[in-house]
């Protein structure tokens, strides 16, 4: 168990005043009393907001390229990263020497490497090395940055686009989530997915489920099959095998964009070397250009880098492993990076909901302005250099981060239903299908940071009213325009809000015929609602 200061003080003053009666005896006793009582336990299944949790500050060796050279008066550059193909540029680079072409040594450490310790590096201990400057760079997601504050983006990589996952078992939606144990690799990606679903369906991650943390995502997709979770979020290619006890797919982030990968680079290598960190931003889009431009090529240098039961990537089929990583996720190319770092608003807006999530879910997140947690000029001074365009497209060509949505690949033809939100009564003024303050507020919080999110969700926004008593008796056209009213008027909102309204399905429905023509206040409640519920369509 943690002491508080106040023990560690009064502990330390009984300490003195037994030195000073027993001598170095009392001493010992007293400090090895001290020590049993300090001793770290396992962290339990959740974070504790405020805690403090001890940090190794010594880093696994870098990986350099086979010809490094270390006496060749080169400095190096050193970036953390997982197994993961958009991360692959990193190796490219090094086997193409395009680090040494832009005047530096690149050294990669790559977590989890053929399962020797050395490399299993957590959460926090990433953190600490990037904060320290240990680190010039940490590939890692979005939510991660807001959570922690590791360092600052200064390019993304991609748009996660199906790689994160959520399984689950004799379930088929979301809207059966509540109550189930649900698995993790806790203070991963995953973690956050689980917990910005629940967000979506409102739902307590401390009370109306149960959370079961793992280390990885392996071990969390072990506890599923082992019946020990009911669902299972993870990523590529781990969580396929939770189809082993039975899980089925139930969503994925390309239903949901919410998971965005990016450059993050620490604070003392801006401050003390920002020329070295531009040419790595510059040997990062050259390498990504090669890699567009002859892809065969790059897969080829990926594969060489070796180490392939780790990156599944391999000599004889490098090409088609590298285009399975790359198939789930909507790389963001030069031109994709200049456009979002021209107008970070999008980005920032991203950082202020994951803290949201996060805050929501119990999780003790940083006080710091997130406007600050983005540097877009490594970027925009790459841009300036025509020699890092690009002449072609990445695999996955649907990266969509913007203040405006691309939707000429969508059609809500093939839509699927994703779930139903719980905000389904809004308030109106009176005698009007205008809604009201509160009504805005619902919606702002329910809807808008999803739907500004991803692209690949519509919204079925259907009406219903009350059927009254009247002389003369209201008809069946008079109810639905008022029910259609309302629903319209929900989607004007949320389009004022930047919503594109081409992703809106407007409908109407009658209440139960029953109630129509009724004069109970409480049934003419119950039919007053508008339903929302968010549908999906392949891009």
């Known amino acids: 168990m943690k002491m508080d200061r106040t023990r560690i003080i009064f502990i330390a003053i009984i300490g003195v005043a037994l030195l000073a009666v027993c001598g170095i005896g009392g001493y010992n006793l007293i400090k090895n009393q001290f020590e049993a009582d300090v001793t770290p336990v396992a962290s339990g299944p959740t974070r504790v907001p405020g805690s403090t949790p001890v940090v190794n500050l010594d880093s696994p060796d870098p990986v350099f390229a086979p010809d490094y050279d270390a006496a060749d008066g080169l400095p190096t550059y050193i970036c953390g990263a997982d197994a993961f193909g958009s991360y692959f540029t990193l190796q490219q680079m090094q086997m193409a020497g395009t680090d040494v072409a832009n005047g530096f040594h690149l050294g990669i450490v790559p977590f989890f490497l053929d399962e020797d310790p050395a490399y299993d590096v957590s959460e926090e201990q990433r953190t600490a090395l990037l904060n320290s400057g240990q680190w010039d760079c940490l590939l890692t997601t979005l939510d991660s940055v807001a959570l922690s504050s590791p360092g600052v983006v200064t390019a993304i990589v991609d748009e996660s686009a199906g790689a994160d996952q959520l399984w689950g078992r004799n379930m088929d939606s979301l809207d059966q989530l509540q109550g189930k144990r649900i698995a993790f690799s806790r203070g991963s990606v995953g973690e956050y997915f689980v917990y910005y679903t629940l967000n979506i369906k409102q739902l307590s991650p401390r009370s ?294 081409a992703r809106f399905i407007v409908e109407a429905t009658l209440p139960p015929e029953d109630h129509w023509n009724t004069d109970d206040p409480n049934i003419q409640a119950d039919d007053r609602f508008v339903e929302l519920t968010l549908v999906t369509a392949g891009r």
């Open 208 to 501: 109306q489920v149960t959370l079961v943390p793992q280390d990885s995502v392996a071990d969390a997709v072990a506890a599923f099959n082992a019946g020990q979770a009911d669902v299972v979020s993870g990523w590529e290619p781990d969580i396929y095998d939770a189809e082993q006890s039975g899980g089925v797919p139930l969503l994925s982030s390309n239903q949901l964009r919410i998971v965005v990968d990016v450059i993050v680079t620490s604070r003392p290598s801006i401050n003390n070397k920002a020329d070295l960190v531009q040419s790595f931003h510059n040997a990062w889009f050259a390498t990504l250009k090669a890699q567009i431009e002859n892809f065969d090529t790059a897969a080829s240098q990926i594969a060489a880098w070796g180490h392939n039961d780790w990156s599944f990537v391999y000599p004889e089929t490098a090409t088609d492993d590298f285009k399975a990583w790359l198939e789930s996720v909507a790389q963001a190319d030069l031109g994709d990076n200049a456009f979002v770092m021209r107008d970070t608003r999008p980005i920032i807006n991203r950082l202020e909901i994951a803290r949201r999530v996060w805050a929501a879910s119990d999780v003790s997140v940083p006080a710091d302005d997130v406007t600050e947690l983005v540097n877009p000029g490594f970027v925009i001074r790459a841009a300036e250099q025509a020699s890092l365009q690009a002449n072609g497209n990445p695999v996955n060509d649907t990266f969509s981060i913007s203040a405006q949505l691309d939707l000429s690949g969508v059609s809500t033809s093939a839509a699927a239903t994703l779930a139903v939100l719980p905000c389904r009564t809004f308030t109106f003024l009176p005698e009007s299908t205008e809604l009201t303050l509160e009504s805005r507020r619902i919606l702002d919080n329910c809807v808008v940071p999803t739907l500004s999110q991803s692209v690949g969700l519509f919204l079925r926004v259907k009406g219903s009213s009350a059927w009254p008593a009247n002389d003369p008796p209201w008809t069946e056209a008079d109810i639905l325009e008022v029910a259609e009213g309302r629903a319209q008027s929900v989607v004007d909102y949320l389009v004022s809000q930047g919503i594109d309204p």
